[in-house]
């Protein structure tokens, strides 16, 4: 099952929001995700977070629909993103896509790379989406689609990466390793609508962008 969640950051553009969302099985909205559904258009499947970031009138907008909404205490540790997921994982999810995860908020962007990890040492994929990027991470093998002169950057999300080895790519990498205090993979280019990139140990951010 392949799940969206919708958490309350930045978007400009909701036509990769729509387009994400259509191709997945569940929508869950991670607190003030509603909002941005209510603005799509879209009914979720759920609802999950301590609702300080929902409008209440949306929130009862839903409850007419039948979503399904889960309030959680404002006092936790859990952040909404990570409420979400646990929620996703619970319906069976064996895919998760985040939506406007990414915002002005640093902390908040940098923690939801963290789930990241979580979805990977349970075996469950996951990437980031926004209008302007795609997050990844891996600690094995990956292979991504695009066109030549396509973006991609490859960084250390461990204190080291092993053995790290590409193919498609204008700069590649056979067998190098990478450190997290000096990552030398950003802004790397697709030469062909293929690529495909391995490691030995470590986990490694791929991030394929555009300006």
Known sequence: MKVCIISNGEFKDSNYLKKA????DAVICADGGANIAYKLGIVPNYIVGDLDSADDKIIDY?????????????????????LATIKAIEIG??????????????DHS????????????RKIKGKILSENNEVYL????????????????????????????T???????????????????ISNVF??????????????LVIKSKD
Do not use: W
């Open 21 to 24: 969302i259509n191709e997945c």
């Open 62 to 82: 839903y409850l007419q629909k039948g979503v399904t909404i889960e309030k959680h205490p404002t006092m936790k540790d859990e952040t909404d993103s990570q």
């Open 93 to 106: 999810a064996n895919e998760i896509v985040y939506l406007a995860t990414i915002g002005s908020r640093f």
């Open 110 to 121: 940098l923690a939801n790379l963290s789930l990241l990890l979580y979805l990977l040492n």
């Open 138 to 165: 891996i600690d094995d093998f990956i292979e991504l689609e695009g066109k030549s002169g396509d973006v991609v950057s490859l960084i250390p999300y461990s204190a080291d990466v092993r053995g790290i080895y």
């Open 167 to 185: 193919e498609g790519l204008f700069y590649p990498l056979s067998g190098q390793d990478m450190s997290l205090e000096m990552p030398y993979g």
């Open 191 to 204: 030469t062909d609508n293929k690529i495909k990139i391995k490691i030995n140990s470590g986990y490694l």
